[in-house]
């Protein structure tokens, strides 16, 4: 819920009727709460400031096989489900498939076990659950370790340490989004593992554009809310 409050465009959408009630007692400091607001919705809608937002996040090169050569284990982390959908049920969300999907591409390249991770932060089927049965029944990749229990990044690695380490595996091929892999390495690092990462692209790199695809739009304000959530959370971890 914090979150949510504290991300655009909630919070500058708050910050502007902010703006337009006090615009009767201070009026040129309500224009400008108001234009701010404004303005910065307007710039965080640009593909061009999202793009840099996100740029600001990367700290791995694509994999290398080379690298990643003597790791033990490929651990994928989840990025939540879609619930009650009619097609599937409880399924994983895009986010989610687009890691399993590189996870099973990995899998079949190196040959090495895979472990699941998410639980359910809402009480509903464990992400991990939804992600072994999608790997098994549409990528035709058997899941070796499922780790349900987590709530955050965090939970992801401390919980899929704790059992790979119980199988005295402590290197592993890590894969998550490129704007999520800065935060995952420090929680990896924590944990005691060793991880090589395995980041899966968000957007489209040195892709030319046409004309209107620079316009903003929704998806680069959604593009940018995901960077800023990242940055926050990287800023929480370093504090903490």
Known sequence: MITQLVLPPFCLLLLALVG???????????????WSSL???????????????????YVAAPF????????????????RLRQKTPEYGDTPSSFTLDRIRYGAVLARQTGLPVLVSGGALFGELPEATAMAR??????GVSVRWQENRS?????????????LKSEHINKVILVTHDFHMLRALAHCA???????????????RGTSYVWFEILPSARSLWVSSMAIHEILGYVALALK
Request: proline letters at 6%; aromatic letters at 6%.
């Open 190 to 204: 924590a944990s005691g593992l060793i991880c090589v990462p395995a980041p899966v692209s968000l957007i489209e």
């Open 134 to 139: 999608t790997l098994k029944d549409e990528f």
């Open 39 to 57: 303005m910065s919705i307007f710039l965080l809608s640009t593909p061009a400031v999202s793009g840099l937002l996100l740029k600001s996040l």
């Open 151 to 163: 709530l955050d990044t965090e939970d992801n690695l401390m919980f899929s340490a704790a059992m």
């Open 64 to 79: 290398d096989p080379a690298v990643g050569k003597s790791a033990q284990a490929i651990v994928v982390l989840g990025g």
């Open 20 to 34: 337009l009630t006090l615009n009767k007692r201070w009026p040129r400091f309500s224009r400008a709460v108001l």
